[in-house]
């Protein structure tokens, strides 16, 4: 059973909290460290997520101004400016996250924060559909590093217990956010001055907030805990303890080895088809939401108002989830459990006749954002958590992202102009893809509790980093 064992991806977790063998710490120490960590990075990467949403997400606000009139958009062309979007979106995940391994991610997201704000800026130039492409194509060639290179960035300054509720404090900003965006969009879309209010929206506030949030984290975001000047002598030794609890590899090289391994083991594969199927809502929640608001809404010139509400429940939601999820250690069912209430949500939505009953109409979109995100949330860090080496993680990272980022491919493509306004047709595929990304998620984690009822009676033995781990398990 122990060659069984060794055939299997290495890629195991501790059992958290619970482990009896778990290294000691100090327990005050750690609380100062853990608490210093938060305060350092949670508000620096809460405000580069803000902005990443911003920019990514506005076109969805403009187009409920006058954006397709003003730069002459017929037929499906929204739809391909959001397709071609999310094509350099997508494909350049993985060359960003390895790129964070090998050149530090305290470096690259400033970098690529200040690229795509300045980008954005210049995008209020435009005037036909051929500008406003070439510049959505190159803001999403250099948005696509942000995600994946924060939760890697972060996954080196936290231990797997912790996390997943960290991951989702920055990542509420998203939904922060969306109800920022419905404000700045309803505000300057009634001004009246010589440029439009989309252009004041969608490029020139908003992008600007990117570039001056760049700047300043290029000052303020620590390449490590060791390099850092915030932290004492045995602050700095107990981090280095505690992240070797869950690392293999305790230098910082990078190893194409590590990276070709995690191809060869199938559990890869599942988790990048995974967000591939979430992520249709996701994308979907975040383009169209004031479109599909839009649909019910009374007075249709509040439709981006009306996503505030729905954006800030969602944000209560995962935080509340995330931080269960951290206590009790499970991500495959919480994500499965909130993500079936949007799934109904989506049902709902596309076979009932909300004309007649607005009040109904916008309940449900309450519903379809609560937990269409968090998915997005637990799964890179299930995978994370179950990878040991940090080549492996971060290109682990990379494709999952870019699998959740070319499902806004899927989205933009199914949200047609002649199925305006119910768009029926695109909300039964994104409840299908829910559906499938829960049959599949339950499977994988019955397989990794399966390992460790094996694990627990002695069948099988773990090896990673060239010695026997008996006290690992696969995180569930």
Same mark, same amino acid.
């Given at each position: 059973?122990?060659?069984?064992?060794?055939?299997?991806?290495?890629?195991?977790?501790?059992?958290?909290?619970?482990?009896?063998?778990?290294?000691?710490?100090?327990?005050?120490?750690?609380?100062?460290?853990?608490?210093?960590?938060?305060?350092?990075?949670?508000?620096?990467?809460?405000?580069?997520?803000?902005?990443?949403?911003?920019?990514?997400?506005?076109?969805?606000?403009?187009?409920?101004?006058?954006?397709?009139?003003?730069?002459?958009?017929?037929?499906?062309?929204?739809?391909?400016?959001?397709?071609?979007?999310?094509?350099?979106?997508?494909?350049?995940?993985?060359?960003?996250?390895?790129?964070?391994?090998?050149?530090?991610?305290?470096?690259?997201?400033?970098?690529?924060?200040?690229?795509?704000?300045?980008?954005?800026?210049?995008?209020?130039?435009?005037?036909?559909?051929?500008?406003?492409?070439?510049?959505?194509?190159?803001?999403?060639?250099?948005?696509?590093?942000?995600?994946?290179?924060?939760?890697?960035?972060?996954?080196?300054?936290?231990?797997?217990?912790?996390?997943?509720?960290?991951?989702?404090?920055?990542?509420?900003?998203?939904?922060?956010?969306?109800?920022?965006?419905?404000?700045?969009?309803?505000?300057?879309?009634?001004?009246?001055?010589?440029?439009?209010?989309?252009?004041?929206?969608?490029?020139?506030?908003?992008?600007?907030?990117?570039?001056?949030?760049?700047?300043?984290?290029?000052?303020?975001?620590?390449?490590?805990?060791?390099?850092?000047?915030?932290?004492?002598?045995?602050?700095?030794?107990?981090?280095?303890?505690?992240?070797?609890?869950?690392?293999?590899?305790?230098?910082?090289?990078?190893?194409?080895?590590?990276?070709?391994?995690?191809?060869?083991?199938?559990?890869?594969? /599942? =988790?990048?088809?995974?967000?591939?199927?979430?992520? *249709?809502? !996701?994308?979907?929640? &975040? %383009?169209?939401?004031? @479109?599909?608001?839009?649909?019910?809404?009374?007075?249709?010139?509040?439709?981006?108002?009306?996503?505030?509400?729905?954006?800030?429940?969602?944000?209560?939601?995962?935080?509340?989830?995330?931080?269960?999820?951290?206590?009790?250690?499970?991500?495959?069912?919480?994500?499965?459990?909130?993500?079936?209430?949007?799934?109904?949500?989506?049902?709902?939505?596309?076979?009932?006749?909300?004309?007649?009953?607005?009040?109904?109409?916008?309940?449900?979109?309450?519903?379809? /954002? =609560?937990?269409?995100?968090?998915?997005?949330?637990? *799964?890179? !860090?299930?995978?994370? &958590? %179950?990878?040991?080496? @940090?080549?492996?993680?971060?290109?682990?990272?990379?494709?999952?992202?870019?699998?959740?980022?070319?499902?806004?491919?899927?989205?933009?493509?199914?949200?047609?102009?002649?199925?305006?306004?119910?768009?029926?047709?695109?909300?039964?595929?994104?409840?299908?893809?829910?559906?499938?990304?829960?049959?599949?998620?339950?499977?994988?984690?019955?397989?990794?509790?399966?390992?460790?009822?094996?694990?627990?009676?002695?069948?099988?033995?773990?090896?990673?980093?060239?010695?026997?781990?008996?006290?690992?398990?696969?995180?569930?």
């Amino acid at each position: 059973m122990a060659d069984e064992e060794k055939q299997l991806d290495s890629n195991v977790v501790a059992v958290g909290s619970d482990s009896s063998s778990q290294t000691p710490h100090d327990k005050e120490l750690e609380k100062r460290l853990v608490w210093k960590t938060d305060l350092i990075l949670m508000p620096a990467l809460a405000l580069a997520y803000l902005t990443h949403t911003l920019d990514r997400a506005n076109l969805g606000n403009a187009k409920t101004d006058t954006l397709e009139k003003d730069l002459g958009l017929v037929g499906n062309q929204f739809s391909l400016l959001l397709i071609l979007f999310y094509i350099p979106y997508a494909l350049m995940n993985v060359p960003f996250t390895l790129l964070s391994k090998r050149f530090n991610a305290a470096v690259v997201i400033p970098t690529i924060m200040t690229c795509w704000g300045a980008m954005a800026m210049c995008a209020a130039a435009t005037k036909n559909f051929g500008g406003i492409l070439a510049t959505r194509i190159l803001m999403g060639a250099v948005e696509a590093a942000f995600l994946p290179c924060a939760i890697f960035y972060c996954s080196l300054f936290y231990t797997r217990r912790e996390l997943s509720f960290r991951t989702s404090v920055f990542g509420c900003m998203g939904f922060i956010a969306g109800a920022i965006s419905g404000l700045i969009a309803w505000s300057v879309f009634q001004w009246e001055k010589a440029l439009k209010g989309w252009q004041w929206d969608l490029f020139i506030i908003e992008g600007a907030l990117t570039v001056g949030v760049g700047l300043i984290l290029f000052l303020i975001l620590p390449h490590s805990i060791e390099k850092s000047r915030w932290f004492s002598v045995e602050e700095k030794q107990l981090s280095r303890v505690r992240l070797e609890e869950d690392s293999q590899d305790s230098d910082k090289r990078f190893r194409w080895e590590d990276a070709k391994k995690e191809t060869r083991d199938w559990t890869t594969w /599942i =988790f990048t088809l995974m967000p591939l199927l979430y992520g *249709v809502g !996701v994308a979907s929640s &975040s %383009n169209f939401l004031p @479109t599909i608001v839009k649909r019910i809404a009374i007075d249709p010139a509040k439709a981006n108002l009306y996503t505030v509400g729905p954006n800030l429940m969602a944000a209560v939601v995962q935080l509340a989830t995330t931080w269960i999820s951290d206590k009790i250690q499970q991500r495959a069912t919480i994500a499965c459990g909130t993500l079936f209430v949007s799934f109904l949500a989506w049902i709902l939505l596309a076979v009932l006749d909300l004309v007649k009953h607005v009040e109904v109409g916008y309940f449900l979109t309450y519903l379809l /954002i =609560f937990g269409n995100f968090t998915p997005g949330i637990l *799964v890179p !860090v299930w995978l994370a &958590s %179950n990878t040991t080496t @940090t080549t492996g993680r971060a290109f682990r990272i990379g494709l999952n992202f870019m699998a959740q980022n070319l499902a806004g491919i899927i989205s933009s493509a199914v949200f047609r102009a002649q199925d305006a306004p119910v768009y029926k047709p695109a909300l039964i595929t994104v409840a299908c893809c829910q559906a499938v990304f829960m049959i599949l998620c339950l499977g994988l984690r019955e397989y990794f509790r399966r390992l460790n009822k094996k694990l627990d009676r002695g069948e099988i033995v773990h090896f990673s980093g060239g010695k026997e781990r008996p006290e690992y398990r696969y995180a569930l």
